[in-house]
């Protein structure tokens, strides 16, 4: 919703600019806090993404947030490419069992290992 929200033209510019900060900090590899600190690295992702959605949400116009919702449950109902699915493992599978083999033929080549 927020991400069909941001892409409205009757959504206000510092809404959008807000809606891409928050994006960017939730893919960004680099915190305030940084997550190897146990519970509190996580803490700054739990309470800032949340705020910074609500106020995206809190901001953006009524009648936008409608037509986002409408867009994103639509999205959400799209089709399943079973046949891509189906590629993807049989590509992961090949790749398994090369790299098995290839560990097996290591491990008989060098048993010291």
Known sequence: TVYFA????????????LAVLIAAYALSP????????PIIGFLDDIILIPIGISLVIRFT????IETAKLKAEK?????VSYIAMTFIIIIWGLLLWLCSKWMLDLFRT???L
């Open 110 to 112: 060098f048993p010291s």
């Open 30 to 37: 680099i915190d305030l806090i940084p997550d190897f600190i």
């Open 61 to 64: 116009p009524p009648e936008v």
């Open 6 to 17: 941001a892409r409205d033209p009757r959504t206000p510019i510092f809404v959008r600019v």
């Open 75 to 79: 999205t959400a109902k799209k089709p």
